[in-house]
């Protein structure tokens, strides 16, 4: 019992010895030159494919939903009950 545990401890011992020298010789892989190449959006349209041109992700397009919103009365509309439904 006792050669195999020595066997054992040997084999680890040959192991960490390799992935020492292992970890020691590794170079990380240079990044790949990209190309670039340029998205046009439209209005009403949500930018994500904008994102492959390395532009800023944009959930939704703001001056296209900015003017839907202000035609309705923006911020000061009348969003009560009333205003939506009429008087009940």
Do not use: C
């Amino acid at each position: 019992e006792e050669d195999h545990r020595a066997a054992k401890q040997k084999k680890a011992a040959e192991k960490a010895k390799a992935a020492a020298a292992a970890a020691a010789a590794w170079v990380p892989t240079p990044p790949k030159k990209s190309t670039a190449a340029t998205i046009e959006t439209k209005a009403g349209s949500d930018g994500a494919q904008a994102l492959n041109a390395g532009t800023p992700f944009k959930r939704v397009d703001d001056q296209y939903w900015g003017d839907v919103a202000m035609k309705d009365g923006g911020a000061i509309a009348d969003n009560s009950y009333e205003g939506a439904f009429g008087a009940a």
